[in-house]
């Protein structure tokens, strides 16, 4: 078979997945309570939740404008607002968050002619908000362990922790990577092996700036915490009174449980996330279907501003041309 065979059978198998997920979640939920308890959402809490869904786009672009400024690279942050945006729209039809990483690394090589720093700029960017998420999660998850006496509340993101950890570990000492490169024997290819040295003066560039890692740390954390407002407000229109503190114990888990790359947009995946979840803090199957449905609704619609945004790239691109004389 061929590669572009296997890559659409690999997608394939990703939608038969979520549509077979999202099956049996929702097959025994009468449509009629669903669309009822949709019907009584409390608007109220609309204006809060895209205010933050702005302020956290506005922020993570600044934050990867730290990052490729430490490199040497200035884009201005209108042009990385307007990226990220548009990243987020490709996520709709690509694995995980890949497709919109993979956007974003484009544009911005192709506007700064610096592929590999466009890279390493979006893996700290991904990398931080991760390590920002799992902490957060590993925080709450002490008081969650300990409510529901289960151990697994705790252990789950520590363990996700050791490993983001580790991975960071052998990224700054970069023996562990040449170690992987040589037993795979991927190092017999010098253009791969000359991005990865790259890559590495990008990752020391910015392990050096201890001020650059406290600002997108924080800004990370920030982001983190908004991303968790968000769905607690969602569950506050849809009348769940729950907890904040569960929101910032299985959040940050459910998050890290859809970025596996196994299913369209998170579909399914996200679903058994909720349900498993926050059925522990009470929440009916009825409510934890309907927050996850809602989250991916609001999802959606913010993404595709993302879609609007790349038509006005293409259209003011093409109106700046000058036209060709006969």
């Not at 939740?49 to 934050?63: E, H, P, Q, R, V």
């Not at 201005?76 to 987020?88: A, C, E, R």
């Not at 390493?120 to 960017?125: C, I, K, P, R």
């Not at 038509?311 to 700046?320: D, E, K, M, P, V």
Request: hydrophobic residues 55%; proline residues 3%.
């Amino acid at each position: 078979m061929s590669r572009t065979g296997k890559r659409r059978l690999f997608i394939v198998g990703k939608v038969v997945f979520s549509c077979t997920l999202m099956f049996l979640l929702y097959r025994k939920i009468p449509m009629n309570d669903l669309r009822g308890l949709f019907a009584s959402i409390d608007f109220r809490y609309v204006l809060p939740i895209l205010a933050l869904l702005f302020l956290n786009t506005a922020a993570s672009a600044l934050k990867w404008r730290l990052f490729l400024l430490a490199d040497g690279v200035d884009i201005p942050l209108s042009t990385l607002t307007v990226t990220y945006l548009i990243g987020s729209f490709y996520n709709l039809f690509l694995p995980s968050n890949i497709g919109g990483d993979s956007y974003r690394i484009y544009d911005i090589a192709k506007k700064s002619s610096c592929g590999v720093r466009s890279a390493a700029s979006v893996f700290a960017d991904r990398f931080s908000g991760f390590i920002a998420l799992v902490i957060l999660s590993l925080l709450s998850s002490v008081l969650v362990a300990r409510q529901f006496n289960n151990v697994f509340f705790f252990l789950g993101p520590l363990l996700i922790l050791l490993i983001l950890l580790a991975v960071l570990v052998a990224l700054i000492k970069e023996k562990p990577v040449r170690l992987f490169l040589t037993v795979t024997r991927l190092d017999r290819f010098p253009l791969l092996v000359g991005l990865t040295e790259k890559f590495f003066l990008s990752v020391q560039c910015y392990g050096a700036n201890r001020r650059l890692l406290v600002k997108v740390m924080a800004i990370s954390f920030a982001f983190q915490l908004s991303v968790i407002t968000i769905v607690w407000l969602l569950a506050l229109s849809l009348h769940a009174r729950v907890s904040f503190f569960y929101f910032s114990a299985f959040v940050p888990l459910i998050t890290l449980l859809e970025a596996v790359p196994i299913s369209i947009f998170g579909l399914g995946l996200r679903d058994v996330g909720y349900v498993f979840f926050f059925s522990w803090t009470g929440m009916t199957e009825l409510q934890t279907r309907s927050l996850s449905l809602l989250f991916f609704g609001l999802a959606v619609s913010y993404s595709l501003l993302g879609g609007m945004a790349y038509l006005g790239r293409i259209f003011f691109s093409s109106a700046s041309k000058p036209e060709r004389t006969t």
